[in-house]
Nanobody
Framework: QVQLVESGGGLVQAGGSLRLSCVAS????????MGWYRQAPGKQRELVAA???????NYAEAVKGRFTISRDAAKTTVYLQMNSLKPEDTAVYYC??????????????WGQGTQVTVSS
């Protein structure tokens, strides 16, 4: 059983910062990809940032230069440092990991989501 547990969301004023964390636990053999998605009310879930096993990263255009994705040395925790937050960043943020457990295939797992609200 794999669990992804997120933390770090909250309410912040425009221009402020938040740091999200997501810890993976369970019978994990390897993690291929770690990412953060967000979903605002009435909108589709969208990719915010991702980091691969080789440490390459990619970001949505809307957050480039403001958000930074990283992971810990054990590579079971992924972070999202969010600076210069804007009201349009308000959404539920979800952690996603593509990982392998005991079998031969990789599967996608999701966290429960954490609310980020940016006031103007």
């Amino acid at each position: 059983q794999v669990q992804l547990v997120e933390s770090g969301g909250g309410l912040v004023q425009a221009g402020g910062s938040l740091r999200l964390s997501c810890v993976a636990s369970g019978n994990i053999f390897s993690i291929n990809l770690m990412g953060w998605y967000r979903q605002a009310p009435g909108k589709q879930r969208e990719l915010v940032a991702a980091i691969r096993s080789g440490d390459s990263t990619n970001y949505a255009e809307a957050v480039k230069g403001r958000f930074t994705i990283s992971r810990d040395a054990a590579k079971t925790t992924v972070y999202l440092q969010m600076n210069s937050l804007k009201p349009e960043d308000t959404a539920v943020y979800y952690c996603n990991m593509n990982l392998r457990t005991s079998g031969p295939y990789n599967y996608n797992y999701w966290g429960q989501g954490t609310q980020v609200t940016v006031s103007s």
